[in-house]
Each structure stands twice: as structure tokens, then as C-alpha cells.
């Protein structure tokens, strides 16, 4: 993302867990304020850590002061092991997430990688969750925290906006709607940015 990016590793339980972790340059003390954990898209549709909405997600919360996290899932990039419908990306999120030794944190992801995200929110406590183009029609999404953040393009053509709103209603939970968006927030990814950083205190 940037060339104070670092590749770290950690030992999963498939096999090494590969991630790309950014610090904030300038935090009081040189302390974060805590650690934000991105989750991509799935990796059986080209999704990484490379992404460009998981990119754009870190750099906000990079702006915002604090560390991030983006691993890739099981086979995709250095990451071993082979895609398991969420039950392993779950673990594997938890163990990367319980290596970071962080009290405070955020979980985000987009597309599949929010709809794990959701998953593990249901085991940890985290600060604010943040759900882009939650993939409710390709891994079922439980009930998420009061206060958390979904994001989604009004023209999004792999995940429906129909489909969302199906799931938040019953949760009253509100969804914010980025006209003219697509799936992958193409020319938008600065509102995205926006809308994250300002949804902020």
C-alpha cells in the first residue's frame, strides 16, 4: 500500500498467515490507537489484500491512527492452506487478530471478507465494526453489533442492495448508500474514504 508496509507472518492453523501491516506515522507517543483488521473479498473471485476497497478501508483507518492488518485468506498470495466457506477464515482472522496482542480494535472487511467479519464480531468484542458490500447472499451474516458501519453501492451488481437491506431491517440497522456505486466502488473509493473517516469520533 505504501512503502512503510511491512509482510508479516503468522502461524495459523492451516498453515502461515500472510499479512500486510501499515503503522500510522504520527500517533501520540508513537503509540496507535489501536488496531484495525481488514478482511477481503473472496478469494475464489481474485479477492487479496492487494484489493482496492480493502487498500482504501486501511488508509483510512491509517488516517485515523491506527495500526492495520490485512491478511490474505487460506491460498490466496503466501497465505497457505485452501479456501474453507468462512469456517477457517474465521479462525484464521481470530488467530491474526490475537497475535496483534491489541485491547483495542476495529473489525472491517468487504464483500465475503465483511460477512466473516460479522462472524467474528459474534466472539470478540471490537470497538466499531465496518461492513463494505457485506456479502449477505454468499455466506450467511448473523445479527451484528448496535453502531456498526455498512457501506453499499446503489448499483452494486454482485451483492443487491435489495438483499442487504433484507438483512439490516429486522436489525434496524441503518445502511449507508453511495449513489452510482458498483460492487467494487469504481471512481468512488474516495467517498468510501470519506464516509469512513468522517463516521468517525
Known sequence: MRSSTRREFVAGPAGRIECAVDRP????????????????PHPLFGGSLDNKVVQTLARAFLELGYETWRPNFRGVGATEGAHDEGRG?????????????????????????????????????PERLVLVGVGVTRL?????????????????????????????RPQELPVVLVPGASHFFHRKLHVLRTIVTSNWK
Open 25 to 40: 506515522d504520527a500517533t501520540p507517543r508513537g503509540v496507535a490507537r489501536g488496531v484495525a483488521l481488514v478482511a477481503h
Open 140 to 168: 450467511e451474516t448473523p445479527v451484528v453489533p448496535e453502531g456498526t458501519l455498512v457501506i453499499h453501492g446503489e448499483n452494486d451488481e454482485t451483492v443487491p442492495l435489495a438483499a442487504v437491506l433484507d438483512w439490516a
Open 89 to 125: 477464515e474465521l479462525e484464521d482472522l481470530d488467530t491474526v487478530l490475537k497475535h496483534t496482542g491489541a485491547s483495542r480494535f476495529i473489525l472491517a472487511g468487504f464483500s465475503f471478507g465483511a460477512a466473516v467479519q460479522a462472524r467474528l464480531a459474534q466472539r470478540r468484542a
